[in-house]
């Protein structure tokens, strides 16, 4: 069954900036960690972006600077701001629960950007 459903994605010029959002369904998300990773053709999948249930964040080296995770505990809700977009961040970009002690990792369907002129 779908838990976490992701949103957001699309077409952007080089430069622009998207925003991504995804919904977890779940009755743990408050504990969880989240992340957003990606995976373009060919390539293998790579995290992004990671935010801890306190708030706190890791990101990968080529995005620093430019992409930005939050969380929002009411809303169940987790986004990714992506500023300064480059035809290299072109990817399906997926939502993960994180893994708890006792509950697996889980992943959305993901949503394509597409940064292109």
């Known amino acids: 069954q779908v838990q976490l459903v992701e949103s957001g994605g699309g077409l952007v010029q080089p430069g622009g900036s998207l925003t991504l959002s995804c919904v977890d369904s779940?009755?743990?998300?408050?504990?969880?960690?989240m992340g957003w990773y990606r995976q373009a053709p060919g390539k293998q999948r790579e995290m992004v972006a990671v935010?801890?249930?306190?708030?706190?964040?890791n990101y990968a080296d080529n995005v620093k600077g430019r992409f930005t995770i939050s969380r929002d505990n009411v809303k169940n809700t987790i986004y990714l701001q992506m500023n300064n977009l480059k035809p290299e961040d072109t990817a399906v970009y997926y939502c993960k629960r994180e893994a708890l002690a006792t509950q697996g990792a889980i992943w959305g369907q993901g949503t394509q950007v597409t940064v292109a002129s």
């Open positions: 935010i801890m249930r306190a708030g706190s964040t």
């Open positions: 779940g009755n743990s998300f408050r504990f969880n960690a």
